[in-house]
């Protein structure tokens, strides 16, 4: 083998796919920003595919709150949180966001992905168990991986399989127990109220990735604890900032002492530039308007949801039955779920196609974000369009 060729990419079935389709989903050129229509080309599209669910990543307040924080800290502090990148705004912003958690102290990381790498290589040792849902997103399992304990999946949302887990666990020293909040592609919420209650019967240390979580469920959109009701939560908290709070980063909340070891004992964090000031202006006033307005938008994303899932239900689509404000239309296979979204394009309408090898085989999901400034007639249109494409394709829907 030439030592080129290791790097040359090769999708066959893919890209006969997207050549005899004659459309490509994937990294779409947008010269917009995120809000309810993108820029593509000459046209414009409506908004589906990005997880600007509260539509905080064009809001005029957000905007003006990072302004002003550009105009007085500049771009970036250039330097590692450890060394000069620690401004004063990065601890008002710990305490914002610990406070709308209910959590103890909270550190920023460029990512999620990158703070869900990174937490694992700080706090977990080779003698220790991580055990972890089967569906958990990418970024939990590279971590999970990365100090070389041993790990134990157990079934997607099943607490009595944890249990059994769990019981069979005494050797080891330190027990972790993993899980995402919101499962982003179906839309499934983790019983995290059982899980967490396991892990205090069996003295394991709970961490969940509440990315899809904060911001849209919990009757105030403060998250999967308030949607569980839990209370004097003692475990590890991780989230986007890059989601409904419309801003980017990652953030993890713990208690103090866990923080505090981080902070001094996680590459990801001490090696890496500190989040900029003005990322972290904007997650401050996101907060503070989901700390007013959260009621109204946790009904205004369910009720979105529920009229797009009731009708195109009642159209023959089979959706995801999750109950977090997420719309997934199973589609089947790759070629299937990339006509119907090609379909949708050609109508101006910008999803999400998940197809194998990101999902299994034949197991193809659209998902579509309800978004709080979707109209009647943005739903209207929606709707009409899969009606459409159904009675113009039927040979695309037969079982």
Same mark, same amino acid.
């Given at each position: 083998?030439?030592?080129?060729?290791?790097?040359?990419?090769?999708?066959?079935?893919?890209?006969?796919?997207?050549?005899?389709?004659?459309?490509?989903?994937?990294?779409?050129?947008?010269? !917009?920003?995120?809000?309810?229509?993108?820029? %593509?080309?000459?046209? $414009?599209? +409506? *908004?589906?595919?990005?997880?600007? /669910?509260? @539509?905080?990543?064009?809001?005029?307040?957000?905007?003006?709150?990072?302004?002003?924080?550009?105009?007085?800290?500049?771009?970036?502090?250039?330097?590692?949180?450890?060394?000069?990148?620690?401004?004063?705004?990065?601890?008002?912003?710990?305490?914002?966001?610990?406070?709308?958690?209910?959590?103890?102290?909270?550190?920023?990381?460029?990512?999620?992905?990158?703070?869900?790498?990174?937490?694992?290589?700080?706090?977990?040792?080779?003698?220790?168990?991580?055990?972890?849902?089967?569906?958990?997103?990418?970024?939990?399992?590279?971590?999970?991986?990365?100090?070389?304990?041993?790990?134990?999946?157990?079934?997607?949302?099943?607490?009595?399989?944890?249990?059994?887990?769990?019981?069979?666990?005494?050797?080891?020293?330190?027990?972790?127990?993993?899980?995402? !909040?919101?499962?982003?592609?179906?839309?499934? %919420?983790?019983?995290? $109220?059982? +899980? *967490?209650?396991?892990?205090?019967? /069996?003295? @394991?240390?709970?961490?969940?990735?509440?990315?899809?979580?904060?911001?849209?469920?919990?009757?105030?959109?403060?998250?999967?604890?308030?949607?569980?009701?839990?209370?004097?939560?003692?475990?590890?908290?991780?989230?986007?900032?890059?989601?409904?709070?419309?801003?980017?980063?990652?953030?993890?909340?713990?208690?103090?002492?866990?923080?505090?070891?981080?902070?001094?004992?996680?590459?990801?964090?001490?090696?890496?530039?500190?989040?900029?000031?003005?990322?972290?202006?904007?997650?401050?006033?996101?907060?503070?308007?989901?700390?007013?307005?959260?009621?109204?938008?946790?009904?205004?994303?369910?009720?979105?949801?529920?009229?797009?899932?009731?009708?195109?239900?009642?159209?023959?689509?089979?959706?995801?039955?999750?109950?977090?404000?997420?719309?997934?239309?199973?589609?089947?296979?790759?070629?299937?779920?990339?006509?119907?979204?090609?379909? +949708?394009?050609?109508?101006?309408?910008?999803?999400?196609?998940?197809?194998?090898?990101?999902?299994?085989?034949?197991?193809?999901?659209?998902?579509?974000?309800?978004?709080?400034?979707?109209?009647?007639?943005?739903?209207?249109?929606?709707?009409?369009?899969?009606?459409?494409?159904?009675?113009?394709?039927?040979?695309?829907?037969?079982?």
């Amino acid at each position: 083998m030439r030592k080129e060729e290791r790097f040359e990419f090769n999708f066959t079935e893919e890209n006969r796919l997207v050549d005899e389709i004659g459309f490509n989903p994937y990294y779409q050129k947008i010269s !917009s920003g995120a809000g309810l229509y993108v820029r %593509i080309g000459n046209d $414009d599209y +409506l *908004n589906l595919a990005s997880n600007n /669910y509260l @539509a905080l990543a064009d809001d005029p307040e957000v905007i003006s709150a990072m302004k002003k924080c550009l105009d007085k800290y500049g771009v970036s502090m250039c330097g590692t949180p450890v060394a000069c990148g620690y401004s004063d705004i990065y601890e008002t912003a710990s305490r914002t966001v610990s406070e709308f958690l209910g959590l103890e102290d909270t550190l920023f990381y460029p990512s999620c992905y990158q703070a869900n790498m990174s937490i694992f290589r700080s706090l977990a040792r080779p003698e220790d168990v991580i055990f972890v849902d089967r569906y958990a997103h990418s970024s939990l399992v590279e971590g999970i991986r990365s100090p070389g304990c041993r790990i134990k999946p157990f079934r997607h949302n099943d607490a009595d399989h944890l249990e059994s887990l769990l019981k069979s666990s005494g050797a080891f020293e330190v027990k972790f127990v993993v899980t995402e !909040s919101v499962f982003s592609t179906e839309g499934t %919420i983790a019983p995290f $109220d059982e +899980l *967490n209650e396991l892990c205090k019967k /069996y003295g @394991a240390i709970p961490v969940v990735d509440d990315s899809h979580g904060i911001g849209t469920i919990g009757r105030s959109g403060k998250g999967i604890l308030e949607e569980k009701n839990i209370k004097d939560y003692s475990g590890i908290y991780t989230a986007s900032t890059g989601k409904a709070l419309g801003i980017s980063g990652g953030i993890v909340s713990a208690p103090e002492t866990i923080i505090n070891y981080i902070r001094y004992n996680s590459p990801g964090l001490i090696y890496s530039t500190a989040v900029p000031p003005v990322l972290l202006a904007g997650t401050i006033r996101a907060l503070e308007i989901i700390g007013k307005k959260g009621a109204l938008f946790s009904e205004r994303l369910t009720a979105n949801k529920l009229k797009i899932h009731t009708a195109l239900s009642s159209h023959g689509y089979d959706l995801a039955s999750g109950d977090a404000p997420i719309c997934s239309v199973k589609t089947g296979s790759n070629e299937i779920t990339l006509k119907i979204c090609r379909s +949708l394009y050609e109508r101006g309408i910008l999803a999400t196609p998940f197809i194998y090898p990101s999902v299994s085989r034949n197991k193809g999901i659209i998902r579509m974000i309800p978004r709080i400034d979707l109209e009647s007639t943005h739903l209207d249109h929606i709707l009409r369009s899969f009606a459409n494409i159904r009675a113009e394709n039927p040979e695309l829907f037969i079982k």
